[in-house]
Nanobody
Framework: VQLQASGGGLVQPGESLRLSCVASGFRFDAYAIAWFRQAPGKEREGVSRISRSGENTYYADSVKGRFTISRDSAKNTVYLQMNSLEREDSAVYYC?????????????????WGQGTQVTVSS
């Protein structure tokens, strides 16, 4: 099982980034996928979740209206489009897979995790 996150980088406030999470080694359409982030000295925070079908999405209040999660089953990939980035969005971003059916951003529900990609928002 592997979740490979990529797409992070250094951007200025107000700019955009798109993160990708490529899954392999498990049945992609049987798992909801979420993005989490962790900044230095802070707890891991759930950012967004997308259901198996992609029809249902869920966002933390801190990113609602700025971030969009999507998935492409043909590519076994989940994306996180991040617009209007703020300095507070700086963190390592992780993707994770959940085989359950509860709409949650609690990390304890997620079975498999990717290695993370760094996002830095700075002028």
């Amino acid at each position: 099982v592997q979740l490979q996150a990529s797409g992070g980088g250094l951007v200025q406030p107000g700019e955009s980034l798109r993160l990708s999470c490529v899954a392999s080694g498990f049945r992609f359409d049987a798992y909801a996928i979420a993005w989490f982030r962790q900044a230095p000295g802070k707890e891991r925070e759930g950012v967004s979740r997308i259901s198996r079908s992609g029809e249902n999405t869920y966002y933390a209040d801190s990113v609602k209206g700025r971030f969009t999660i999507s998935r492409d089953s043909a590519k076994n990939t989940v994306y996180l489009q991040m617009n209007s980035l703020e300095r507070e969005d700086s963190a390592v971003y992780y993707c994770a897979a959940d085989g359950g059916f509860v709409r949650t951003l609690s990390s304890k529900h997620y079975k498999w995790w990717g290695q993370g990609t760094q996002v830095t928002v700075s002028s």
